[in-house]
């Protein structure tokens, strides 16, 4: 028997679209929504996707991705890059039960996030930043 070990991940922004999952992935995990206390979830100046730094008296919705394997995890790494650092946290699925997950955390500076703005908003992105997200980071994907 081959053991692997599968992994959770709390989504807070462009890996909540399963289109973007089925380009990177080529399937979409399990997806259930949750919620992480004490982070805050920020517009990055001049990018189309967010970034989340600690936070008190914050929250971010968001979405648990489940039974991430070993290769998906060194893909989503890498696909973060330097711009991130994962870190694992505790979260809150909407039943209430308490789930560790991994995240990636912002890992730059903070002047480059808009710290005063309206926080990220998923639908604009699905209406106004999908395609042309999935175009820039993955060239070579096939776009329906």
Partial sequence: LCSMSLTTVFAYGSLCEPKVLTTMLNRVPTMQLAVLHGHKRYRILNKTYPAVLPHEDSQVQGTLL?????EEMAYLDAFEGDEYVRKSVT???????????????????????DLQGEDWSPSEFRTNNLNTFIQGEFPNAYHQ
């Fill in 66 to 70: 489940l039974d991430l394997t070993d």
């Fill in 91 to 113: 979260v809150v699925r909407e039943d209430g039960e308490k789930i560790e997950a991994h995240i990636w955390i912002w890992a730059k500076s903070a002047s480059e996030l």
